[in-house]
Nanobody
């Protein structure tokens, strides 16, 4: 079993900042990618930012220049720094981890339960 747990969501005013955290644990041989997605009410889930094991990052256009993804020293954690937040950033943010399973050596994709970010105008 592989578990993913997010934290750090909350209510913030326009222009404010939040830092989301995500930790993966369990039967992990290695982690390929760690990513953050979000889903606003009535909209499809969309990729916000992704980081590869070599540190390469990708961002959605809406996130460029405002959000920053990074991995922790333990390498099984990922953070998303949200700056200059706007009301349209309001969504449930989900952590997604792509790992190689410790025992089967199969690729496994795991989602967290999500953390709500609300930006007030």
């Amino acid at each position: 079993q592989v578990q993913v747990v997010e934290s750090g969501g909350g209510l913030v005013q326009t222009g404010g900042s939040l830092r989301l955290s995500c930790a993966a644990s369990g039967s992990i041989f290695s982690i390929n990618t760690m990513a953050w997605y979000r889903q606003a009410p009535g909209k499809r889930r969309e990729l916000v930012a992704l980081i590869y094991s070599d540190g390469t990052t990708n961002y959605a256009d809406s996130a460029k220049g405002r959000f920053s993804i990074s991995r922790g020293n333990a390498n099984n954690t990922v953070y998303l720094q949200l700056n200059s937040l706007k009301p349209e950033d309001t969504a449930v943010y989900y952590c997604n981890v792509d790992v190689i399973h410790l025992h089967t050596h199969n690729y496994v994709e795991v989602w967290g339960q999500g953390t709500l970010v609300t930006v007030s105008s």
